[in-house]
């Protein structure tokens, strides 16, 4: 079930920059226009750090994918024990938990985020009490065992069925790659914000940070005029540096 992401830099990056494309053209134009000293060494050099960070996820990718197809192949599916108990979601019927589950095959199981609720939910159930007399009912909640020993099963299934994904995952070197990944999309992260809190002070300065630019276009197209001034400055930026 656990599922890897093959998502590139660009892809990752751009549903986040293009809000503030517009503006970018407007620094990358003014900019342009002030820039003709200065060696932006620091730029460039984050520049460079960029490509090769790129160039490290499309390698670690390719290592990634075909270990990824055998890491879900033998992956068990998900535990049995976690399946959703109709009758005790309507009897103690928790919101939240409602909104945890989801159908596979045409059954009811608990996601991680309704499993994580299980670990510390303690289910109550209405009942009467009479304290006075025989005349005198109260209605008032005690706890609910049954509905206790379902979530306290799906719960242990889960965990189980989670030591067993992360042990096949550390046997086949897949978690491993994972770690990885996610280590250099965290950088590629840090190298995107320096480059955009970096000022540029020379043409290529610029260039370095219209390239970038550049990048989040790379496989789709500007979406308005806004977009696509800031992606015509930026290649002109690029050709002219």
Not at 76 to 83: A, I
Not at 101 to 119: A, K, P, T
Request: proline share 5%.
């Amino acid at each position: 079930m656990a599922e890897k992401s093959n998502t590139s830099i660009r892809d990752t990056s751009r549903r986040h920059f293009l809000a503030g494309a517009p503006a970018a053209a407007l620094v990358l134009s003014a900019g342009a226009a002030n820039a003709v000293t200065g060696s932006d060494a620091r730029l460039i050099e984050l520049g460079r750090l960029w490509d090769d960070l790129n160039a490290q996820i499309v390698a670690l990718d390719k290592l990634i994918e075909p270990l990824g197809e055998r890491y879900n192949a033998l992956a068990p599916p998900w535990p049995e024990g976690t399946r959703a108990g109709f009758s005790v979601l309507t009897a103690a019927w928790p919101e939240e938990l409602l909104k945890s589950v989801f159908e596979e095959n045409g059954r009811l199981y608990y996601s991680d985020r309704g499993i994580e609720f299980l670990r510390t939910w303690e289910p109550k159930r209405t009942t009467w009490a009479h304290p006075k007399s025989d005349t005198d009912w109260t209605e008032i909640e005690i706890p609910d065992v049954k509905a206790k020993q379902h979530a306290e099963r799906a719960v242990s299934a889960y965990d189980k069925w989670r030591a067993d994904l992360d042990e096949l995952g550390n046997r086949l070197g897949y978690s491993q790659l994972c770690d990885e990944q996610e280590r250099l999309y965290n950088r590629v992260a840090e190298t995107r914000e320096e480059i955009a809190a970096t000022p540029a002070t020379s043409p290529k300065g610029l260039a370095v940070k219209a390239r970038l630019l550049q990048d989040f276009w790379a496989e789709a197209e500007p979406n308005d005029a806004g977009e696509r001034m800031a992606l015509s400055i930026a290649r002109d930026l690029t050709a002219a540096a």
